[in-house]
């Protein structure tokens, strides 16, 4: 086991190195190298990289130097630069630009150091960017279910009290942020991270489930159970929805 996941790993290695070697790595990594290791690239001095402007600045061979990392030759000229105002250029790999149209200076990485000396940084990196996009989803996922819980509280309070809530109404603004209220409740009481019910496969809180048999089969068909759990959520919406009126 231990042997193939070190097999694995240097696959993946060699795959990254390969990306390299192509110029397919992304310039952001190819900056922290050069930052990082800059002494291996023939600089005595680095400051960078920049948000404007070339990349680095640096000493070589006792001068000062204006330094600018690109994936390959021809994203300096795609990019506009102008070769008279740069003295060295950094790339991952050599392709066929005419050199006359470069920096005096060019400086090809060592692709295996790179994709070596970045692995941790870029590991972290997309431990961290998945954790973030987890986090969005289940936000945009909170938030979705907040907006069903409410209005479906809203909308069974209003039957079954026989209630007439009208829009744009101090009575609205009243039922919106006791509803909201309650299903903020119910989210943390319930955990719906693991919803009660689905509904066609999609998860949905429960209360939303008995909204949607109500809408089709009228409040008088509802189960002795649906009646038990709205009863209680109603109960705790009219008394917020009294203390904000």
Same mark, same amino acid.
């Given at each position: 086991?231990?042997?193939?996941?070190?097999?694995?790993?240097? *696959? &993946?290695?060699?795959?990254?190195?390969?990306?390299?070697?192509?110029?397919?790595?992304?310039? /952001?990594?190819?900056?922290?190298?050069?930052?990082?290791? /800059? &002494?291996?690239?023939?600089?005595?001095?680095?400051?960078?990289?920049?948000?404007? $402007? #070339?990349?680095?600045?640096?000493? &070589?061979? $006792?001068?000062?130097?204006?330094?600018?990392?690109?994936?390959?030759?021809?994203?300096?000229?795609? %990019?506009? %630069?102008?070769?008279?105002?740069?003295?060295?250029?950094?790339?991952?790999?050599?392709?066929?630009?005419?050199?006359?149209?470069?920096?005096?200076?060019?400086?090809?990485?060592?692709?295996?150091?790179?994709?070596?000396?970045? %692995?941790?940084?870029?590991?972290? /990196?997309?431990?961290?960017?998945?954790?973030?996009?987890?986090?969005?989803?289940? #936000?945009?996922?909170?938030?979705?279910?907040?907006?069903?819980?409410? $209005?479906?509280?809203? !909308?069974? @309070?209003?039957?079954?009290?026989?209630? *007439?809530?009208?829009?744009?109404?101090?009575?609205?603004? !009243?039922? &919106?942020?006791?509803?909201?209220?309650?299903?903020?409740? /119910?989210?943390?009481?319930?955990?719906?991270?693991?919803?009660?019910?689905?509904?066609? $496969?999609?998860?949905?809180?429960?209360?939303?489930?008995?909204? %949607?048999?109500?809408?089709? @089969?009228?409040?008088?068909?509802?189960?002795?159970?649906?009646?038990?759990?709205?009863?209680?959520?109603?109960?705790?919406?009219?008394?917020?929805?009294?203390?904000?009126?």
């Amino acid at each position: 086991m231990v042997e193939e996941t070190k097999a694995l790993a240097r *696959e &993946r290695l060699e795959a990254k190195i390969e990306q390299v070697r192509k110029g397919g790595m992304k310039e /952001y990594w190819l900056c922290i190298y050069i930052k990082n290791n /800059y &002494r291996k690239l023939g600089f005595s001095e680095m400051s960078g990289p920049y948000d404007r $402007g #070339y990349d680095f600045t640096g000493v &070589r061979n $006792g001068k000062r130097v204006v330094i600018e990392a690109e994936r390959a030759p021809a994203n300096f000229l795609s %990019h506009g %630069h102008n070769k008279d105002e740069v003295d060295a250029l950094i790339v991952m790999t050599m392709d066929e630009t005419p050199k006359k149209q470069l920096p005096k200076t060019i400086v090809m990485v060592d692709p295996e150091d790179l994709a070596k000396k970045t %692995h941790e940084a870029r590991k972290a /990196y997309a431990i961290k960017a998945q954790a973030e996009r987890e986090a969005k989803e289940k #936000y945009y996922q909170d938030a979705f279910m907040m907006e069903q819980l409410a $209005g479906a509280l809203r !909308s069974l @309070y209003c039957l079954s009290f026989e209630e *007439e809530i009208y829009e744009d109404t101090l009575e609205d603004d !009243s039922m &919106r942020e006791a509803a909201s209220t309650v299903a903020l409740r /119910y989210i943390w009481l319930y955990d719906l991270c693991k919803p009660v019910e689905k509904e066609k $496969g999609r998860p949905i809180p429960e209360i939303v489930g008995i909204w %949607h048999r109500v809408s089709k @089969y009228g409040i008088d068909r509802m189960s002795e159970r649906d009646w038990e759990h709205l009863t209680l959520w109603l109960g705790l919406l009219r008394d917020e929805y009294i203390k904000s009126a």
